[in-house]
């Protein structure tokens, strides 16, 4: 009690919490079509895969969205140096991340596969459509319709899972906020100016993903939450 | 010499022998009704003459030429003269009438955009769905959608017209117009398959009925015959039911 809120001091960090929010983009980013490519190949395998593959997959689909993103990070932080393999701070939350959409994305573009019209394809064979023109002008409409809202979603949720980065010393937008509470101790601005950009980068992500899919891809999606 | 001709034909889904050792000759502006009980075979039958139930024995020849279902260029021939309204309509739900209607007279068959949406607008027009044109599939009922259908196959100005029920999900007074329709294309001379339920109808128009039972065909007649008097028990039995259930 009786804690007087000042901005001042931690605003003169603005910039540098900016920067910080930039590389939480990048990891995000790079994530998530890192996540969207394994998970493509995945879905792939689960759709038309031997039994096998089909198996694996099942498995590390499993195993990745059964544990917490946080166990699956130090894992490979702590527990591949053992066997040689070293990652720096970056590239253990980039790859752990990675993995963890490629489960979540193999499901959500799964369901796009299986959401495909085999009547329409029918339909697109008997008046001559090629294998290219039935993808172009049939299924991928349809899928892109289909998986833009929860493929978007997932972008968002992956951008506020960016943060586990700063436990491990990423400098990203959570880890300059630490490295500005423990030079200022003003806990209160510092975290709550961060969920302000948090909020900001979230909140134009989703307003440009709505837009994007409204009028491209004919999405159920609105603009305004 | 016939349009279509079927021989010794067997086809299967897997296990399913669904087309047993089909014999069947279709003559040039002829009306062949199809009739029988569900799942007798009478959609696979039409679905493989236009190659998506692939034969695995017997032969089938149009316009005296054999086809290979195996083959592209066959494929893409008869394709070009067989057109399909299927059971489900199928239409593509991502674009709206005018679309489903054009985008392969334009973009598969490279015909003059302008002239086929011409057209396009004229056969929508005919079949009552001129204010429909920008609607997407599933914002309109059954029987429009299966009109739509219609348009489509019919804007590809084929000469050969499968029509799988066509008329099962139609309003009465659109039964009509559509039965109307069909005979306008007969008299021009287009051949034309006709799964139907509508016995009055098959009646009608058809030059001949082909009454199928679980993957054979029973008999094939006049329909005068089929219906009045039949050669066949299970003709009999299938066409007193259906008329008793009138
Ligand atoms: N795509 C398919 N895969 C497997 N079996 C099918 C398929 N389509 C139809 N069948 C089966 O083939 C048989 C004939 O079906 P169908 O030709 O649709 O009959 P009808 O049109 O006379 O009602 C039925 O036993 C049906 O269950
Ligand atoms: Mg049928």
Redesign the interface.
């Known amino acids: 009690m009786g804690y007087t809120l000042v901005y001042t001091q931690v605003l003169e960090f603005f910039p540098y919490l900016i920067r910080g929010a930039l590389i939480s983009l990048q990891i995000a980013i790079l994530a998530f079509f890192g996540g969207m490519f394994f998970g493509l190949i995945f879905a792939t395998i689960r759709t038309f895969g031997n039994k096998l593959m089909n198996n694996l997959v099942i498995w590390y689909v499993t195993f990745f969205t059964n544990t917490p993103q946080l166990v699956q990070i130090y894992f490979l932080f702590f527990a591949l140096p053992e066997f040689g393999i070293l990652l720096s701070p970056f590239v253990a939350v980039l790859v752990g991340m990675t993995l963890n959409a490629a489960a979540y994305l193999c499901e959500i573009q799964r369901a796009g596969f299986l959401s495909i019209?085999q009547?329409?394809l029918?339909?697109?064979?008997?008046?001559?459509?090629t294998l290219t023109?039935q993808v172009k002008?049939?299924i991928l409409?349809?899928i892109m319709?289909v998986l833009f809202p929860p493929l978007s979603n997932h972008y968002i949720i992956m951008t506020l899972g960016t943060s586990m980065a700063a436990i491990f010393g990423v400098e990203e937008l959570t880890g300059r906020a630490f490295n500005i509470n423990s030079e200022t101790f003003r806990s209160v601005e510092i975290f709550s100016l961060t969920a302000l950009v948090y909020i900001v980068i979230t909140f134009i992500a989703t307003f440009l993903l709505a837009l994007i899919g409204r009028y491209f891809f004919?999405a159920k999606m609105r603009i305004i939450q | 010499m016939s349009q279509i001709e079927i021989k010794s034909l067997n086809a299967y889904y897997d296990k399913l022998h669904v087309l047993k050792d089909i014999n069947l000759n279709v003559e040039k502006g002829e009306i062949l009704s199809l009739i029988g009980p569900s799942g007798s075979g009478k959609s696979s039958l039409l679905?493989m003459l236009?190659?998506?139930l692939t034969p695995k024995s017997g032969e089938v020849t149009l316009n005296n030429n054999q086809v290979n279902y195996t083959n592209k260029t066959d494929l893409?021939k008869i394709?070009?003269q067989i057109?399909?309204v299927?059971q489900?309509y199928?239409?593509?739900?991502?674009?709206n009438v005018l679309k489903n209607v054009c985008?392969?007279p334009t973009?598969?068959?490279k015909r003059n955009q302008k002239e086929v949406e011409d057209q396009a607008v004229s056969l929508l027009e005919k079949v009552g769905l001129k204010d429909k044109l920008k609607s997407y599939p599933d914002e309109l009922s059954g029987g429009q959608q299966q009109r739509v259908a219609i348009a489509r196959a019919l804007c590809?100005n084929p000469e050969i017209l499968l029509l799988d029920e066509v008329t099962s999900a139609l309003d009465p007074e659109l039964v009509q117009e559509v039965l109307d329709a069909i005979r306008i294309l007969a008299a021009e001379g287009m051949t034309m398959l006709i799964v139907s339920h509508e016995m009055s109808f098959v009646k009608e128009v058809s030059s001949r009925v082909v009454f199928m039972d679980n993957g054979s065909i029973i008999e094939i007649n006049e329909p005068k015959i089929i219906f009045e008097n039949p050669k066949e028990k299970r003709t009999l039995d299938f066409v007193s039911k259906i008329l008793k259930d009138k």
């Open positions: 019209r009547n329409e029918d339909a697109a064979k008997t008046l001559n459509f023109q002008y049939v409409p349809h319709k004919k | 679905k236009v190659g998506l893409r394709r070009e057109a399909i299927f489900q199928n239409l593509f739900q991502n674009m985008i392969a973009k598969i068959q590809l």
